[in-house]
């Protein structure tokens, strides 16, 4: 008699990433916990900062292309006072303001944020994972080497002040892709004059996940060894849920399973709905559908069977 195998999980852990690990740990230790080889996660976080990490097991992986573009939220802890080599608490760090009644007072420091908000330039850290002439910026900083970089456009939704407890002042943060919080403080720092490092992040949101949807490492270990993984596990549309949705007869989706053009009406002139969500008659979810202009057609890009 054959044993017939259940399929291998697919869904997205959202995790609580935890002190002191890396995106690429927390990924390692989701293949040991639940036996799988295909996983990967959504956005790096530095060992540094805890919060939200979207992990995505099985066919989901194929969706993290999709949740890179999303917006992030942050609890950031910037430290006046002093600069650090690394814009973080990694350091080394060099104290800038000797005394403590020097550094700024409560009303310029609720001031500054509004320089910060909206779009703007951005110059990475010398210690971050962007690539520049075939090598990581880390890389050439661990030898000593600084070069010039280029500014990347981001955009900072909501800057908010939460607190200010000298040297400390912790921010509410929401921005596009691609933004560094540890260049923000440092740039802070810089605009008040003072220098400033990140002292503490959290994530608190990553596109649709927040860090009320997280669970610990520890957690994910004691559901796998319950049986009750599929609990945990979000479903993979969650990472296109803001595409708009087309259901699907028996018929259309077969044709699209087998690779054949959707037949749906085009886009109008200057509709932003280039992308769909394809769903079959049981509401499974099939397929991410793109517009091919060239073409005139809905072209299946992704099939999940």
Do not use: N
């Not at 500054?112 to 971050?128: E, K, V, W």
């Not at 002292?199 to 610990?216: W, Y």
């Not at 993979?236 to 849920?241: A, G, S």
């Amino acid at each position: 008699m054959i044993e017939v195998k259940p399929p291998p999980p697919a869904g997205v852990l959202v995790i609580d990433k935890p002190l002191g690990l890396t995106s690429f740990d927390v990924v390692a230790r989701v293949r040991r916990i639940c036996g799988l080889k295909t996983v990967g996660h959504a956005g790096t976080l530095d060992p540094l900062a805890t919060g939200v990490l979207p992990v995505c097991l099985g066919p989901a992986t194929r969706l993290i292309e999709y949740l890179a573009d999303a917006s992030k939220a942050y609890r950031a802890v910037v430290r006046l006072g002093a600069t650090s080599a690394t814009y973080d608490g990694e350091g080394p760090i060099t104290p800038t303001v000797a005394d403590p009644a020097a550094l700024p007072d409560a009303a310029t420091v609720a001031a500054a944020p509004a320089a910060f908000r909206g779009p703007q330039t951005q110059l990475p850290p010398m210690h971050s994972a962007v690539q520049q002439g075939g090598k990581r910026l880390y890389e050439l900083a661990r030898a000593g080497i600084t070069v010039e970089r280029t500014p990347r456009p981001v955009t900072i939704y909501t800057l908010d002040l939460l607190d200010y407890t000298p040297p400390d002042l912790t921010l509410h943060v929401e921005c596009s892709k691609g933004t560094y919080i540890r260049s923000l403080a440092h740039d802070l720092g810089a605009a008040l004059g003072c220098g400033a490092y990140l002292a503490g992040l959290i994530r608190t949101r990553h596109g649709p996940f927040a860090l009320s949807d997280a669970i610990s490492l520890a957690d994910l270990e004691a559901a796998q060894a319950a049986g009750q993984l599929a609990a945990v596990l979000r479903p993979p549309d969650l990472l296109v849920q803001s595409w708009p949705r087309v259901d699907l007869d028996a018929a259309a989706a077969l044709r699209l399973a087998q690779g054949q053009p959707l037949a749906h009406p085009a886009p109008t002139a200057g509709e932003d709905a280039v992308r769909l969500r394809a769903y079959g008659p049981d509401g499974r979810f099939l397929a991410v559908v793109y517009w091919d202009a060239a073409r005139a057609i809905w072209h299946p890009a992704k099939v999940f069977l």
